[in-house]
C-alpha cells in the first residue's frame, strides 16, 4: 500500500463519477442511481482496506512520519517578488488516527445516504452529479495536511449543499440555503484570513536548502518553524495570536454548530431531503471539531491551554439549550436536529478536558453520533415518506402497525440515550472521564450531566407519541419496512450495537495520535512561556 494512491481515489473517485452522471441522459434515472451507488460502495470497500492497513501503533501530531498513506508533490508554484519569494502549495494527504475514523464515518454514512435518495424524482441526474461533488469536499477535508487544500475541500463543499437543499428540499428550502450558506461563508472568511496570517508566520525548508513561506499544516505546529517577523507568531512580541484563534474556532464552531451560531441547522435539516440531513448530521457537523482538533489546537497549543474551559462553557450550554429545545419540539425532524446540537456539546466538553480520555471520548463521540443521528434522519424520513407529516402528535400506536421499524427505531433512540451496551454510552462516559478528570472544568461537567436526564426525556417522550398507545386508524394501512429500507438500518444497528459492546477496535486507532496531542499540547507550554508569550 506504500506507493499505492487510496487517499486520492477515496477522496476523487466521486468527482469521477459525477463526470460520467453528467454525461449520461437525464431520462435514465435507474442507472445515475446504480453508478452513483456503485462509486459509494467502491470509495466504502476503499475505506475499509485503508482502516485494515493502517498502522495503530504510530501517531504523531505534527511528525510528517507518523502520518499514513501519504501522497505530496507540488501542486501550485508561482514565482513571488521581494520578501513573498516563490508562492509553494503542496498537494499533501495524509492519515492518522483523528482522520482514519472520520474517512471511515463518510464513507459508511455516504453509501447510507446514496440509498436513501434512490426515491429522489426531480431532477435527479443533477441531484446525484452535486451528491458525488459533496462527497469529494467532505473526504477531502479529513485526508488533506496542506492548509491551502483543506481550504479548498472545505469550500468545494459548501456549493453542492446549497443546492441540495435549496432545490431538492421542502417548502421553505430557499430561505434554509441562504441561511446555511451565509453562515458557512461567514465562518469561512475567518479561516481564510488566518491561513493567510499562518502562512506568512511559517516556513519550511526546501530540497535545496532554502527556506520559504508555507501551507503546510505540520510546519505551522513546529515551534522551529516560525519566523520571528510572522504577524501570527509566537516569537513575535506584537501578534495577534489571540485574535486569530478566536477567528478560527468560530469558523469552525459555525460548522459544529455551537451555540449561539446553531441556528442555521434547524433550518437546514427540517428542509432539506432525507439523505442531505443524513450526510449534514452523521458528516458535515464532524468537519467543525475536526477542524479544532487538527488546526485550532495543535497550532495554537498556547492559547488552547488558556481558553479550554471557555470551550467547556460552551459545550454545557450546547448540552442543556440543545436538550431543551429538542423537548420543545414538535416537528420529529426538528427534535432530532436539535438533539444534534446537544449531542456535539459531548464533543466540545471531551475536547475541552485536553487529556487522552476526554479528546478519545470525542473522537469517538464524533464517529459514534454519525451513525446514529443517521439512523435517526433515516428514520424520520421513512415514516414521512409514508404519511406526509412529522408532527409527533398526529401518530401514536405505530409499535403494533409497523413492528420490525421500531425495532430499529427502539436501537437509534436508546443509543441516542446512552443505553450501557450501545455505542453512545461508551463514548460519553470517556467524554464525563476525562471531564471529571481535569480541575478547572469538573463543575461544567457535573452540570453538564442535566443533558443525558433530558436526552431521555425528549426521546422516551417521543417514543411514547409515535410508536406507543393506541394506533391511529389514520394509519392502520401503513406497511413496514421495505428491502432498501434493511439495507440502510441493518448495518448501522450492527455498528451502534458492535462499537457499544466492543469499542476497542476503533479506539486502538486513536490512542497514538491523541497521546501525541495531548502531550504536544501539554509541552508546549515550556516552549511559549520561555519565549515570554
Known amino acids: ?48 482496506v485503508l482502516l485494515m492497513n493502517y498502522n495503530y501503533n504510530l501517531g504523531g501530531i505534527n511528525d510528517p512520519a507518523s502520518f499514513q498513506f501519504v501522497e505530496k508533490f507540488r501542486w501550485i508554484e508561482i514565482e513571488g517578488f521581494s520578501w513573498i519569494g516563490t508562492i509553494k502549495i503542496d498537494y499533501f494527504l495524509g492519515v492518522d ?46 485526508v488533506a495536511l496542506d492548509f491551502f487544500l483543506f481550504y479548498v475541500f472545505w469550500e468545494v463543499m459548501l456549493l453542492p449543499m446549497y443546492f441540495l437543499i435549496g432545490i431538492w428540499g421542502g417548502p421553505r428550502r430557499e430561505y434554509a440555503a441562504i441561511k446555511f450558506f451565509i453562515y458557512t461563508l461567514l465562518g469561512s472568511i475567518f479561516i481564510l484570513l488566518v491561513m493567510i496570517g499562518l502562512y506568512f508566520s511559517s516556513m519550511e525548508t526546501l530540497a535545496d536548502g532554502t527556506r520559504a513561506f508555507t501551507f503546510n499544516m505540520l510546519e505551522m505546529m513546529n515551534s522551529d518553524n516560525y519566523t520571528q517577523t510572522g504577524i501570527l507568531s509566537p516569537l513575535n512580541p506584537n501578534n495577534l495570536r489571540f485574535l486569530a484563534y478566536v477567528a478560527l474556532f468560530v469558523g469552525f464552531a459555525i460548522k459544529i454548530p455551537m451555540f ?116 435517526l434522519f433515516l428514520i424520520v424520513g421513512v415514516v414521512y415518506d409514508r404519511t406526509h407529516t412529522r408532527d409527533l402528535d398526529a401518530f401514536g400506536g405505530l409499535g403494533k402497525q409497523m413492528p420490525i421499524y421500531t425495532g430499529f427505531v427502539t436501537v437509534a433512540f436508546f443509543a441516542a440515550i446512552g443505553l450501557p451496551g450501545l455505542s453512545g454510552f461508551i463514548s460519553e462516559a470517556l467524554v464525563f472521564l476525562g471531564a471529571f478528570g481535569k480541575d478547572t472544568i469538573r463543575i461544567i461537567a457535573i452540570v453538564s450531566t442535566l443533558g443525558i436526564l433530558l436526552g431521555a426525556g425528549y426521546m422516551l417522550w417521543a417514543l411514547q407519541r409515535v410508536f406507543l398507545g393506541p394506533l391511529n386508524e389514520k394509519w392502520s394501512s401503513l406497511k413496514d419496512l421495505e428491502p432498501r429500507e434493511y439495507l440502510m438500518f441493518i448495518p448501522l444497528t450492527i455498528i451502534i450495537i458492535f462499537l457499544g459492546v466492543y469499542p476497542s477496535p476503533m479506539l486502538k486507532f486513536m490512542n497514538a495520535s491523541v497521546n501525541a496531542m495531548v502531550k504536544f499540547i501539554a509541552d508546549a507550554q515550556a516552549f511559549y512561556g520561555s519565549a515570554g508569550f
Not at 434515472?29 to 475505506?47: D, E, F, K, Y
Not at 483523528?98 to 447510507?112: C, E, G, N, Q, R
Open 1 to 48: 500500500m506504500e506507493n499505492f494512491p487510496i487517499l486520492t481515489l477515496i477522496t476523487f473517485l466521486p468527482i469521477l463519477g459525477m463526470i460520467i452522471v453528467l454525461f449520461l441522459p437525464k431520462d435514465q434515472p435507474v442507472i445515475i442511481r446504480s453508478l452513483s451507488l456503485l462509486v459509494s460502495g467502491i470509495q466504502l470497500i476503499l475505506s475499509a
Open 260 to 375: 449561539p451560531f446553531h441556528t442555521w441547522l434547524p433550518d437546514a435539516h427540517v428542509e432539506a431531503p432525507t439523505a442531505i440531513s443524513v450526510i449534514l448530521a452523521g458528516v458535515l457537523l464532524k468537519m467543525g471539531t475536526y477542524g479544532i482538533l487538527r488546526i485550532s489546537f495543535p497550532v495554537f497549543p498556547d492559547i488552547t491551554q488558556h481558553l479550554h474551559w471557555w470551550i467547556a462553557v460552551f459545550g454545557m450550554i450546547n448540552i442543556i439549550y440543545g436538550a431543551f429545545c429538542a423537548m420543545a419540539q414538535k416537528d420529529f425532524k426538528r427534535l432530532i436536529a436539535y438533539s444534534s446540537v446537544s449531542h456535539m456539546g459531548f464533543v466540545m466538553l471531551g475536547m475541552a478536558s485536553l487529556n487522552t480520555l476526554g479528546v478519545t471520548g470525542a473522537i469517538l463521540q464524533m464517529f459514534n453520533h454519525g451513525t446514529i443521528t443517521a439512523m
Open 97 to 142: 488516527g483523528l482522520s482514519t475514523p472520520m474517512v471511515l464515518l463518510t464513507a459508511i454514512v455516504t453509501f447510507i445516504a446514496t440509498l436513501s435518495s434512490w426515491n429522489i424524482d426531480k431532477s435527479v441526474k443533477g441531484y446525484f452529479a452535486m451528491f458525488l461533488l459533496l462527497n469529494t469536499g467532505m473526504m477531502g477535508v479529513f
